[in-house]
């Protein structure tokens, strides 16, 4: 007898990275186009995970919108293993390397007066690891001092001020962070 051919189906996380690779160059593109003499720096990883995290709160045709945004075909990849793919994404992002250090994570300053679904908080939490705030952002020194203190110890003291302002009517506030730390060598990599 002869063994089975293996699959040649890829795995959930695969096509996220594909995906987001994908995602990735269109919005450079994009951002090329809007301002053709400036440099762009920016992490698609962190614009993608932030939406990806999102579409967890998020229903109907909003939900749909997002996923698709990033490139997802829901007939083809279920929502689930979006969400699964990210996970793995950022948990190998977070893996420890040769001369590498890469944190990646996010936080959700949440208002003490609106009622957030659980399973948004849970959710967010479990598959981004995210980390959960609730704040008065009629406080917004006190506030913008909370959001900048947190960036700043989970990226040791390299991103300080990332907030300077905020309105009284905001709810939420999701914040995205990559601390990369290398050897003193060329690295590429696409965020």
């Not at 698709?68 to 969400?83: A, P, R």
Request: charged share 20%; net charge positive.
């Amino acid at each position: 007898a002869h063994p089975r051919p293996s699959s040649t189906k890829s795995t959930p996380a695969s096509q996220v990275y594909s995906l987001n690779t994908d995602f990735a160059f269109r919005l450079y593109r994009r951002l090329v186009l809007e301002t053709p003499s400036q440099n762009i720096f920016f992490s698609p990883v962190s614009v993608s995970t932030s939406l990806a995290m999102l579409s967890l709160g998020a229903h109907s045709v909003t939900k749909t919108e997002i996923l698709q945004g990033l490139g997802f075909n829901l007939t083809e990849l279920s929502e689930s293993d979006v969400h699964r793919g990210f996970q793995h994404l950022l948990h190998t992002l977070n893996l420890p390397g040769h001369g590498l250090e890469t944190r990646v994570g996010s936080a959700l300053f949440l208002s003490h007066n609106l009622k957030f679904l659980a399973k948004f908080l849970n959710d967010t939490m479990a598959v981004y690891e995210a980390k959960l705030f609730h704040t008065n952002f009629y406080d917004t020194v006190g506030t913008i001092q909370l959001i900048n203190d947190h960036v700043k110890k989970e990226t040791r003291g390299k991103i300080v001020d990332l907030v300077s302002e905020l309105k009284k009517d905001v709810l939420m506030v999701l914040v995205n962070y990559i601390y990369f730390k290398g050897e003193s060598q060329i690295i590429g990599c696409l965020l």
